[in-house]
């Protein structure tokens, strides 16, 4: 397994959600918070067994967390790690992580409010921020008020320097940061654009030339 910068972060984060009910994760985008934290919290003694819900925002980027979860397992979509999208399902009697979109969560809560047999619900990429992901969020505190005798744990997960807000609206929950992965960048600019001119073998050619020099 490669290292990715949201590893320094895991042990503040297991000790923040042993502590609390809550926290929130702040992480540039490229850390690997989406796959990592999932795998990293599955084995936590207060999850007991219970499943992790992963929201996203998007079907395609469900269905490639849920993906890159299970390769880096060793397994197939379907096993330990699952997901559910619109029209296409994949997850069986052994998925302890299951990736969904805000619609999913937003009915399925709704189905079933208590949230029965899931010990933490992660919001990921929070800060795109959508009525489905918001009324999500507001069911699941609810149901962890008022229908759950287990703890249900809610993790949110932001791109954005907006932790501290965040971290307020749990009631001060503890606010872990990852420090991004930074490159070296240069910029190299080709030949004068002609009229009329394609852009795509104008890219391949400024591309080829840069890494030729």
């Not at 320094?8 to 000790?15: T, Y």
């Not at 759950?148 to 965040?166: C, F, I, Q, Y």
């Amino acid at each position: 397994m490669i290292s990715l910068p949201i590893d320094e972060a895991l042990p503040a984060l297991r000790r923040a959600l042993h502590a609390r009910d809550e926290a929130v994760l702040e992480a540039p985008p490229g850390a690997g918070k989406t796959t990592r934290v999932p795998l990293a919290l599955l084995d936590e003694p207060w999850l007991a067994g219970q499943r992790i819900i992963v929201l996203e925002p998007r079907r395609l980027a469900a269905r490639a967390a849920a993906e890159r979860m299970a390769d880096e397992l060793g397994e197939r979509v379907g096993q330990t790690v699952g997901y559910r999208i619109r029209l296409d399902s994949r997850v069986g009697p052994q998925t302890r992580i299951e990736v969904v979109t805000e619609g999913i969560l937003a009915r399925r809560l709704q189905d079933d409010p208590a949230l029965e047999g899931v010990g933490l619900v992660i919001f990921d990429e929070f800060h795109e921020r959508s009525l489905d992901a918001d009324l999500a969020l507001a069911l699941t505190l609810n149901a962890r008020a008022l229908l759950r005798d287990e703890p249900l744990k809610v993790l949110l997960m932001s791109a954005t320097l907006e932790g501290e807000r965040l971290s307020a609206l749990l009631a001060d929950a503890p606010l872990v940061r990852s420090e991004g992965r930074m490159h070296p960048v240069a910029v190299r600019w080709g030949a004068p654009w002609r009229a009329g001119e394609r852009v795509e073998p104008r890219v391949v050619q400024t591309v080829l030339q840069a890494l030729d020099e």
